[in-house]
């Protein structure tokens, strides 16, 4: 026994050395093709941020999926990222994740990368997030956050699009299971994301933008997510004064 053992233990080793380099190579190649599409992507160009930042960072790594979903949209359409718009009421400014200027309207989107399972109605003041033991947290509804961004958008952009233009689309992560959502507003969607762009592409049945209207929206955007980071500090601190 101890000589089959002794002649087993250099296959053995050289058995797990291959299964240890294969997976290192796995792994390296993964990493290789995920930064490379990241630094050749359209996110990248508007944001700037670097690859390792937007991979150790939920919410950033959830803004550049949701826009390589709407890359894939057809017909014209441009988008912007992290705009800070004048609060439609009170003082103030408030921060849109993601909006996406296209020919069939402005989708104003809130991006949440969340796991567990999501239970929640429009008119709840608070959703509910649940884990496999069970354990629940509550989050403040993201149909009534997003409300806000669009009314703060609306009035923005008043004099250049129509009300109806503006569609508010909640998009978790395909980490979590939208268990029982209710929605009364049919301007409202709550999806995964890789729902997005069918859910874009069944809403594009009308030209409502003409590409001089998408260019114009764009343009103004754009200019709202330059800010200074002055602008960005004092919503960060607005926003932890508002919890605490």
Not at 19 to 39: I, K
Not at 90 to 116: A, P, Q, R, W
Not at 169 to 198: A, Q
């Amino acid at each position: 026994m101890e000589d089959l053992l002794a002649a087993l233990i250099p296959a053995l080793l050289l058995i797990g050395s291959v299964m240890f380099v294969g997976f290192a190579v796995t792994l390296g190649s993964l990493f290789y093709f995920r930064r490379r599409s990241f630094e050749k992507s359209t996110y990248k160009r508007v944001t700037q941020e670097r690859f390792l930042k937007a991979v150790r960072d939920k919410g950033i790594w959830g803004e550049y999926l949701t826009t390589r979903q709407l890359e894939k949209v057809g017909g014209y359409g441009k988008f912007v990222i992290n705009t800070y718009l004048p609060k439609a009421r009170g003082k103030g400014m408030t921060e849109i994740d993601v909006t996406f200027i296209h020919e069939s309207g402005i989708y104003v989107l809130e991006s949440k990368n969340y796991s567990g399972w999501i239970f929640g109605k429009e008119a709840d003041r608070q959703w509910t997030q649940m884990f496999k033991n069970r354990y629940k947290q509550r989050f403040y509804n993201p149909i009534k956050q997003n409300e806000q961004h669009l009314k703060s958008m609306a009035q923005f952009l008043t004099g250049t699009v129509e009300q109806q233009v503006f569609q508010s689309v909640i998009v978790f992560s395909e980490r979590c299971e939208l268990k029982k959502i209710t929605i009364e507003s049919s301007h409202v969607h709550v999806i995964k994301r890789n729902e997005l762009r069918r859910t874009i592409q069944r809403l594009a049945t009308v030209k409502r933008l003409t590409p001089l209207q998408v260019d114009a929206v764009y343009e103004q955007l754009k200019q709202q997510s330059q800010v200074d980071q002055e602008i960005k500090d004092a919503h960060i601190e607005a926003i932890k004064s508002s919890t605490s």
